[in-house]
């Protein structure tokens, strides 16, 4: 199986005749986006070298990405870029070319359970292990990698301290109750959760460095963190939070997922999934991002998390403000960007356009509206007690 996955992971795609006229498909198709190459608008791309041509047509998104951190083109605002792109559905305007990375990204994810056990630990690896120091630069002073809440907001530092009271909220904390966080990240709820509410919190991690640091964050508090995959956990909780970590868990694990959390919460206690979502079901993932950002992930619809909740808990609440997090990745950005200067020392110019073309091509994703970001309540179904939403 692995060796399978091993040849299908370097096939590679080339069409001589596309590529030989590929300045002008590419312009035909931009242009349903109004995009122009080489135009003068601030969303349109400026082309420094032919082979980006070349390196679309044979892995499309991916080489897209590549050729942006090889310096081959440039854009002077990627988030509008990106947004116009995802509005035009240019995957789907493009399929003749697109076709085979499309289809190659289904049966990846159809085949291959990319988020077994054995590969859990991958992406705290690959990205939450990329530098503290990055993402202290670019977070919030409590490092919260999620979307913040902005309401009533001006600020990112408000914005995710409203989510966090917000989600705080929704859980109904109470003092003494024991909360269970699944992903918790460098354990910013954690704290919140420990310190303004009075609960007692697990919280558990793939990241060895989220742990370390979440661990010197949280020192002196009723708080136990541990490095382990969600589906190893045992006990019972009042509550249970997670936030940012469904995006991981993959579709052919979200009934053990549920399985799991349904094992863990207590008979009248509350479960709250704070989760990015597709507006309509794609069976793959973006190959840049796999490659780059996240490995393994795969975004759920909301059909794909009903069906795995159903007969599993009651949904008492589903919130979307997936709009919100345009404005939070372009917070962001600015943060890092400011950051650059005493962060190059460390890391290379095409880390920084990785980076770069990471959190804006993710913020078109959310202002085109493809991308959206929800918070469930879920209960167990012999809860007697009505759930009143909270906003």
Same mark, same amino acid.
């Given at each position: 199986?692995?060796?399978? =996955? ?15 006229? %590929? ?6 198709? +931009? ?18 070298? /032919? ?18 951190? #090889?310096? =081959?083109? #440039? ?53 939450? #292990? ?23 907001? @001006?600020?990112?530092?408000? $914005? ?32 919140? $959760?420990?310190?303004? *509410?009075?609960?007692?919190? @697990? ?34 909780? #009042? ?26 919460? %207590? ?11 597709? %507006? ?14 996240? !490995?393994?992930?795969?975004? !759920? ?45 460390? *890391? ?24 959206? +970001?929800?918070? +469930? ?7 007697? /007690? ?6």
């Amino acid at each position: 199986m692995k060796r399978e =996955q091993q040849s299908l992971d370097q096939f590679e795609y080339k069409t001589p005749d596309l590529i030989e006229h %590929a300045p002008e498909i590419l312009t035909s198709l +931009l242009k349903k986006a109004d995009v122009e190459i080489n135009g003068d608008r601030h969303w349109d791309i400026r082309v420094f070298d /032919e082979e980006v041509y070349k390196r679309v047509f044979s892995s499309w998104s991916l080489g897209l990405g590549e050729s942006y951190m #090889d310096g =081959q083109w #440039d854009s002077d605002h990627l988030d509008e870029l990106f947004t116009r792109l995802l509005r035009t559905d240019i995957d789907s305007a493009a399929i003749g070319i697109a076709k085979f990375r499309l289809v190659f990204e289904h049966l990846r994810h159809r085949l291959f359970n990319l988020q077994s056990k054995d590969r859990a630990f991958q992406v705290g690896e690959r990205h939450y #292990d990329a530098g503290n120091d990055v993402f202290e630069a670019m977070l919030d002073s409590r490092m919260i990698y999620s979307c913040g809440y902005w309401e009533n907001a @001006t600020d990112l530092e408000q $914005a995710q301290f409203d989510k966090l009271d917000l989600i705080c909220r929704k859980l109904k904390l109470s003092a003494g109750e024991t909360l269970l966080d699944i992903g918790c990240g460098w354990g910013g709820l954690a704290k919140f $959760a420990a310190e303004r *509410y009075g609960v007692h919190v @697990t919280g558990v991690t793939v990241s060895k460095e989220q742990l370390a640091l979440a661990k010197e964050r949280c020192k002196g508090l009723p708080i136990s963190l541990i490095l382990q995959d969600y589906r190893e956990l045992q006990g019972s909780f #009042d509550k249970i939070v997670s936030v940012g970590m469904f995006e991981h868990v993959g579709p052919k694990n979200y009934e053990i997922y549920f399985d799991t959390a349904k094992r863990l919460l %207590a008979p009248k206690g509350l479960f709250l999934l704070h989760s990015i979502g597709l %507006a309509t079901t794609s069976q793959g993932t973006d190959p840049w991002i796999d490659k780059y950002i996240f !490995p393994n992930g795969k975004l !759920p619809s909301a059909r794909e998390i009903a069906d795995a909740v159903e007969g599993r808990f009651i949904i008492e609440d589903w919130h979307n403000f997936g709009q919100d997090y345009d404005r939070t990745l372009m917070a962001w950005w600015d943060r890092f960007d400011q950051a650059w200067p005493r962060l190059q020392s460390r *890391y290379n110019r095409r880390f920084y356009l990785m980076w770069k073309y990471y959190l804006l091509c993710c913020a078109g994703f959310f202002r085109s509206r493809q991308g959206q +970001l929800w918070q +469930l309540v879920l209960t167990h179904a012999e809860r007697a /007690e009505t759930y009143r939403s909270i906003r």
